[in-house]
RNA sequence: GGAGAGGUGUCCGAGUGGUUUAAGGAGCACGCUUGGAAAGCGUGUAUACGUUAAUAGCGUAUCGAGGGUUCGAAUCCCUCUCUCUCCGCCA
């Protein structure tokens, strides 16, 4: 949610920031709006402020035991009034709402203006793309030789979309969980966090995945929640309703989860392999820090993701989103894309974003600026640490070997008992 | 799942229709007092919105949430929600 304010005073410079994106806002609407609202609750509260005043007179003389009836007839025409005022008032207010709760955040300054994934600006490169002088395969093949992946049981079970992993590829997927929990809090100072994989409604509107992106959620109807499509959702909700003190910034929490995501609308994309999931593991960082930090921190975050990828040595690249790219309620990301040898292309392993005050708003997250002693909205930032189920592709990949085996990466071995190799039976 | 009791400010806690403008206490902040401290005394101590140059005043809303009754609701009615106790079930 945007900043009422900016929206009553600037809203021809946001509707422009907004257009960057490629979406539009209509301004005639919320103006005539917001007119329209400020009349009413103008004229409303002075009505409510005269029906409290004789209402007390009326208490003051009954107590007294002196005639009350003139003022009575006073205040029931004040309440006729009154009554259609608050009503028109509620009406205009939730239309309103409606209407500023579909506005997406504006994008920072720095963010490169563009219409799609084309013009996303590449920041930087690290690490060098693996040669293999024999024919590689992807982790579906690597996976199924070794008879460690199994995807058909996992359509038999579920669906497709989902996967079986087994043996030493399933304690790989762990291994690469404990290293990334264990960096981020050890070498990052993050704390761990473990929270609910169900939310309801009000957590999915603040951090903006609702009321818009419903389509992209699993829904349970019985009881109104949400599986989580990420961890931002449970942990950034942490600090609704909450006045925090400057002794308490930044938070920083690292929380492993699995995700889920309907991936409606993303038919024969990606169909082959663990790529796009309905189900899939990620460890999340999210980072509540005070507004005039916020920029530094999205770049210190991004680097604690990338640290990962630098540690099990595998190429990437780091992608600032432009406009027309961005996520509905983030001001800047930047993604980072893992290379995959089988695609002969970089792929998306994590987004960190920085959402200023976009989220805090609708969560009335605050703290108190100690140099005003006011409240002032937080801001929040997220990124995975990574997507877990694409490192280990990615490992898979760029680790294997000519006999379909896997190396091991040296992060790794101990949380792996040591061993240095995923053989084939 | 069944039965019962509850949710009031930073915290404890009073309050069953009208000087409640939410009593009282604790905590915290500032001041007075003191050689210093404690005690004591005094003052202050929520959030959001509107108006405003203003973090001054004034107005409005908020006593778990939403709705209703009423001139007037923390208080009465309805729905939901959360917490606690007992029983049942259960990893």
């Not at 930087?124 to 040669?131: N, V």
């Amino acid at each position: 949610m945007l900043d009422p304010q900016l929206i009553r005073n600037e809203l021809d410079s946001i509707a422009k920031a907004i257009e960057k994106r490629g979406t539009s806002i209509d301004i005639n609407s919320i103006k005539k709006n917001e007119d329209k609202r400020k009349a009413i609750q103008v004229k409303t509260e002075s009505l409510q402020a005269e029906r409290n005043l004789i209402s007390k007179e009326i208490g003051e003389l009954k107590a007294k035991n002196k005639n009350t009836e003139e003022l009575f007839n006073k205040v029931t025409s004040i309440k006729d009034q009154l009554d259609k005022n608050e009503e028109s008032l509620t009406i205009i207010q939730n239309e309103l709402n409606e209407l500023l709760i579909t506005i997406p955040n504006i994008p920072h300054n720095s963010v490169p203006i563009g219409k799609s994934s084309k013009d996303n600006q590449t920041i930087r490169e690290w690490g060098k793309k693996p040669t293999f002088d024999f024919n590689i395969n992807d982790h579906v093949d690597l996976g199924e030789s070794l008879g460690l992946i199994d995807f058909d049981s996992a359509t038999q079970i579920t669906s497709s979309r989902f996967v079986v992993m087994k043996g030493e590829i399933a304690r790989l997927h762990r291994a690469l969980i404990q290293f990334m929990l264990d960096t981020h809090i050890t070498k990052h100072c993050y704390e761990e966090i473990n929270v609910p994989y169900l939310v309801n409604t009000n957590s999915c509107t603040n951090t903006g995945q609702l009321p818009k992106f419903k389509e992209d959620l699993f829904y349970i109807e019985e009881q109104d929640f949400y599986l989580i499509p990420t961890a931002e959702i449970p942990v950034t909700n942490i600090v609704k309703d909450k006045i925090l003190g400057d002794e308490d910034l930044p938070i920083k929490y690292v929380c492993h989860t699995p995700c889920f995501r309907s991936e409606a609308g993303s038919y024969g994309k990606d169909t082959r392999g663990m790529i796009r999931q309905h189900q899939f593991e990620k460890v999340e960082l999210v980072q509540i820090v005070k507004p005039e930090n916020s920029y530094n921190v999205l770049e210190e975050l991004t680097l604690h993701a990338e640290s990962i990828l630098q540690k099990l040595n595998l190429p990437y690249r780091v992608v600032a989103l432009c406009t027309g790219d961005l996520g509905f309620a983030a001001a800047k990301t930047y993604d980072i894309e893992v290379w995959l040898p089988s695609q002969d292309m970089y792929r998306e392993i994590s987004s960190c974003s920085n959402f200023e005050s976009f989220q805090t708003r609708r969560m009335k997250a605050r703290w108190r600026n100690t140099v005003n002693n006011k409240t002032e909205l937080l801001h929040t930032l997220n990124g995975s640490g990574l997507a877990v189920g694409r490192t280990l592709i990615a490992v898979m990949e760029n680790y294997q070997t000519k006999n379909g085996d896997i190396i091991i990466p040296d992060v790794l071995r101990q949380y792996m008992r040591n061993e240095s190799i995923i053989k084939k039976p």
